[in-house]
């Protein structure tokens, strides 16, 4: 079965950049996507077909995807950005997976 | 609005049934794929099934295949998740969500309902 990895933690100063990474075979041939969750709160999508951002999601969110590993970044990161990141991609062996979650935290 | 909100979780026994209801609004429900994500306590997220618009497809997780069925009725704008032969480890959070092929992003979330399997 297909398998993403994340790390389990990521730490960043206010204003600077956080980078998230997300491993998988041959990742760069899928698309990836990204969620932040909060805690208590439903996951939300940051990040689809590796580098599109929905609606509302600002600016400073951005993705990457190639080889093995899609990339998170999150330039002149905030507070408010503190949450757990889940990356997620589709397989044809597999159907949906998720990454394991990365707590980021911003200190 | 646009949203999506679930019900029918509670606290079952092992091997009991339950089943998951998702009513949307705010956007064309059979336009679009439908999914169940759940998450354990403390847990990341784990995606459990999958439906396509007009419900023709159906896809599951390998940890629910055989004791759940996922189904729609386009008519009342519901999602629903049929879930038998309960165990601990489906004890849960479950998600619905939005979901859009090919690649199977989740870009509107219900806000979760319970599931508690425990004796």
């Known amino acids: 079965s297909y398998e993403l990895t994340q790390p389990p933690s990521v730490s960043v100063s206010p204003g600077q950049t956080a980078s998230i990474t997300c491993s998988g075979d041959?990742?760069?041939?899928?698309?990836s996507s990204w969620y932040h969750q909060k805690p208590g709160r439903s996951p939300v999508l940051v990040i689809y077909q590796d580098t599109k951002r929905p609606s509302g999601i600002p600016e400073r969110f951005s993705g990457s995807n190639s080889g093995n590993t899609a990339t998170l970044t999150i330039s002149g990161t905030q507070a408010m950005d503190e949450a757990d990141y889940y990356c997620?991609?589709?397989?044809?062996?597999?159907?949906?997976?998720f990454g394991g979650g990365t707590k980021l935290t911003v200190l | 609005e646009v949203q999506l909100l679930e019900s029918g979780g509670g606290l079952v026994q092992p091997g009991e049934s339950l089943r998951l209801s998702c009513a949307a609004s705010?956007?064309?429900?059979?336009?679009?794929?439908m999914s169940w994500v759940r998450q354990a306590p403390g847990k990341g997220l784990e995606w459990v099934s999958s439906?396509?618009?007009?419900?023709?497809?159906?896809y599951y997780a390998d940890s629910v295949k055989g004791r759940c069925t996922i189904s729609r009725d386009n008519s009342k704008n519901t999602l629903y998740l049929q879930m038998n032969s309960l165990r601990a480890e489906d004890t849960a959070v479950y998600y619905c969500?939005?979901?859009?092929?090919?690649?199977?992003?989740?870009?509107?979330w219900g806000r979760g309902t319970l599931v508690t399997v425990s004796s």
């Open positions: 041959k990742l760069g041939d899928k698309y």
């Open positions: 969500a939005k979901t859009t092929p090919p690649d199977w992003y989740f870009d509107l």
């Open positions: 997620q991609a589709w397989d044809s062996s597999t159907a949906v997976v």
């Open positions: 439906i396509s618009g007009s419900g023709n497809s159906t």
């Open positions: 705010g956007f064309t429900f059979s336009n679009y794929a």
